[in-house]
């Protein structure tokens, strides 16, 4: 399995933290300290809506929460989805069912 470089952990980290509004060191700390909770697809091909590049799943703090950021064509990286199980959970025990719309509804308004 792959791992994140050196030089990626450290662009992460300042994403997640002007993301979370927490400093970098806080975001490798508390998100990014271990390897065994980040999973790094080098080459991800989606058949929708295209994208094709680097996929990195980060499982931070409790395993509930989860952000996957995705490289950039050009360079650099942006957070493709962040979900927090506790809030979906909750969400379909209000009887909301699990449709690509809901989901994505569901992932836009915790951005």
Known sequence: ???????????????L?????????????WVLYDDDRILV???YFSDS?????AIVWVIGGDSCFQTCF??????????????????LTAWLDNGK???DKNMNDLIKRGT
């Open 49 to 53: 809506p295209g994208y094709r590049g």
């Open 97 to 99: 069912k699990w449709t």
């Open 41 to 43: 697809c080098r080459d």
């Open 17 to 29: 933290a002007n993301h979370l509004e927490i400093t970098p060191q806080e975001a490798m700390e």
């Open 1 to 15: 399995m792959s791992k994140l470089k050196v030089k990626e952990k450290k662009e992460l980290s300042e994403l």
């Open 70 to 87: 995705a490289s950039k064509a050009g360079g650099g990286w942006y957070i493709m989805y962040e979900i927090n199980e506790n809030e």
